[in-house]
């Protein structure tokens, strides 16, 4: 498993990180505070605070190809 934080700023990067994460077949969450949701349900995403990183949690270890796609929303820690 891998983890990291990103930022979505607009209802186009959340469309943009939905369409991303539906490409792959392993799990993938999403960990705001208290409430986890699956990154691939844009409601669930839109439940979120946008105003704080949120923490993406991969649920497999081949997932190079999925970090590259969504490197612009990641936050440098």
């Known amino acids: ?4 934080n990103i930022m979505l700023k607009t209802i186009n990067d959340v469309k943009d990180f939905v369409n ?4 792959y077949d392993f799990d993938i ?3 705001s505070g ?3 949701v699956d990154a691939k349900s ?3 995403i839109f439940s ?3 105003n704080k990183p ?3 949690d991969v649920h497999s ?3 190079q190809e999925f970090c590259k796609e969504i490197r612009p929303f990641l936050v440098e820690e």
Do not use: E, H, P, Q
Not at 20 to 23: L, Q, V
């Open 1 to 4: 498993m891998k983890s990291f």
């Open 61 to 63: 270890d081949d997932c």
């Open 20 to 23: 991303i994460a539906n490409k």
């Open 42 to 44: 844009i409601m669930g």
């Open 34 to 36: 208290r409430y986890v």
């Open 29 to 31: 969450d999403l960990t």
């Open 54 to 56: 949120i923490r993406v």
């Open 48 to 50: 979120l605070d946008f």
